[in-house]
């Protein structure tokens, strides 16, 4: 269901009305719907959606083709990935989590703009959109709030001609954290954008500390992020081979540099939303630490399909890792695709939920649609 953000920042667009030949960016784009709505708004708009999700990328671009919608879409961190010499007349962006990401959405939106475009900045509080507003009014040296619910905020900024840039930001600027993992000090190349940046998150150091990996195994891990437990799994057991998927593309870019800096040879990353990019392959081990949000909303269905796609790539006596809070019902879950479901650890936060010998796999289960950048 499309946020309240979304509606607003639409309604304050169409308040203000958008100009044939306008050029638009949607960043952050996640479905389209406030791109494509501006579409409504004006047919003769350029529209451009960017947003660092495959699933997002991969949603937009089926809409495009489905419904006729017209635009480009790109598979984006921020705007990086979209070409240096596209300005915009509009940008609009519904907020995302993080203070690092949301700041480089503004900064982006400054420097893609035209002399006297307009950014609209949506977001719930949940999404620290207050905080950010005041970035944006003090970069932009304006701004002015359009649209006030009782969660949730649009605002509006110009973009005035000879304004002075944002300051540097070091969003895009790579660095190489440790971790301590199974008795040893590991390390690994991240940078904001990335989950758990900054420092290993408490669930995923509990994830490491119970997988087992036996040698010459095939170990997939699912929603990667910068790589730390594939980095570990590939050096528990000799001969293991390793793939590494997450749907987002800054984790698969970190992922990617942690297996270079550690020297890992047998090795694969791959863009994937949940497991679509190796359906069809066999594994021995799955590990993941599934998410539960998406944006600001609580969502289990995303967990669920973690789970399946993992049982649908396991090997007769393959075992799937899990953790996950501890209020979460990932083991229930987990008893009808697999003969034995153990909770190996459990505490006051976490626990880490072992699924062997999967059941009711999907025999010859076709790829879900996989549109990668021409």
């Not at 990086?80 to 609009?92: A, E, I, R």
């Not at 509080?125 to 002015?144: P, Q, S, V, Y």
């Not at 870019?253 to 890992?264: F, I, K, P």
Request: proline share 5%; hydrophobic share 40%.
């Amino acid at each position: 269901h499309p946020d309240q953000g979304a509606f607003l920042a639409l309604r304050s667009i169409k308040n203000d009305g958008l100009l044939r030949g306008s050029r638009v960016l949607d960043l952050g784009c996640g479905h389209g719907i406030i791109g494509f709505g501006c579409l409504q708004l004006q047919p003769g708009i350029e529209l451009h959606l960017a947003d660092a999700s495959l699933a997002a990328y991969t949603a937009v671009t089926i809409s495009q083709e489905r419904l006729g919608y017209s635009g480009r879409a790109w598979y984006s961190d921020v705007a990086s990935d979209v070409p240096g010499d596209l300005t915009f007349d509009v940008v609009v962006a519904n907020l995302p989590r993080g203070k690092a990401l949301g700041e480089q959405f503004i900064r982006e939106a400054w420097h893609r703009l035209e002399p006297g475009g307009r950014f609209y900045l949506a977001g719930s509080k949940d999404t620290g959109i207050l905080t950010r507003i005041a970035t944006m009014e003090e970069w932009f040296g304006n701004g002015e709030m359009v649209a006030v619910t009782a969660n949730y905020r649009v605002a509006r900024a110009l973009k005035r001609p000879r304004s002075f840039a944002p300051p540097p930001g070091d969003y895009h600027e790579w660095q190489v954290a440790t971790m301590e993992a199974r008795g040893r000090t590991w390390e690994y190349v991240t940078k904001p954008g990335v989950f758990s940046w900054r420092q290993l998150d408490a669930g995923t150091r509990r994830l490491l500390a119970h997988i087992q990996v036996r040698d010459g195994e095939r170990v997939l891990d699912l929603g990667c992020g910068a790589g730390q437990v594939g980095l570990v799994a590939y050096n528990l057991a000799e001969g293991v081979e390793l793939v590494q998927v997450d749907d987002s593309l800054p984790a698969v870019r970190a992922a990617e540099r942690t297996a270079r800096h550690n020297g890992l040879e047998r090795t694969t990353i791959l863009p994937s939303d949940v497991g679509s990019a190796v359906i069809g392959e066999r594994f021995d081990v799955v590990a993941t630490n599934p998410p539960f949000h998406l944006g600001a909303e609580v969502e289990y269905s995303v967990a669920e399909q973690f789970i399946e796609d993992s049982r649908d790539v396991l090997g007769p006596k393959g075992r799937l890792y899990v953790v996950s809070n501890t209020f979460l019902p990932h083991d229930k879950t987990m008893e009808s695709m697999f003969r034995r479901v153990e909770v190996v650890h459990e505490d006051s936060f976490f626990k880490v939920i072992l699924g062997a010998r999967p059941v009711g796999r999907v025999k010859n289960r076709p790829k879900p649609p996989l549109i990668q950048e021409s």
